[in-house]
């Protein structure tokens, strides 16, 4: 019976942890979509799709292109080229 609940247990800490790193990954993605929507004088929308488009195009996960995004003095050329 210990073991059932330590196994229970393990999967719910696994599983806060994905949901923790999902939101994590939502954050850094709504700033960036508010960045290049401010930078470009583009909606929300639009600039989500530039920047999925992107991350797409050049073999890159959303989030990394994101964060580059909001780390970065400007936008990377991958999402300005399609703005």
Do not use: C, Y
Request: hydrophobic content about 50%; cysteine-free.
């Amino acid at each position: 019976m210990a073991e059932v609940e330590r196994d229970t247990e393990d999967e719910l800490r696994a599983r806060v942890a994905e949901l923790e790193t999902a939101l994590e990954s939502r954050v850094v993605i709504e700033q960036a979509k508010g960045m290049i929507a401010a930078r470009h004088h583009v909606d929300l929308q639009t600039a989500f799709h530039a920047l999925r488009l992107a991350a797409r195009s050049n073999h890159l996960l959303l989030r990394e292109l994101a964060l580059r995004v909001i780390t970065e003095p400007g936008t990377p050329a991958e999402i300005a080229q399609l703005l």
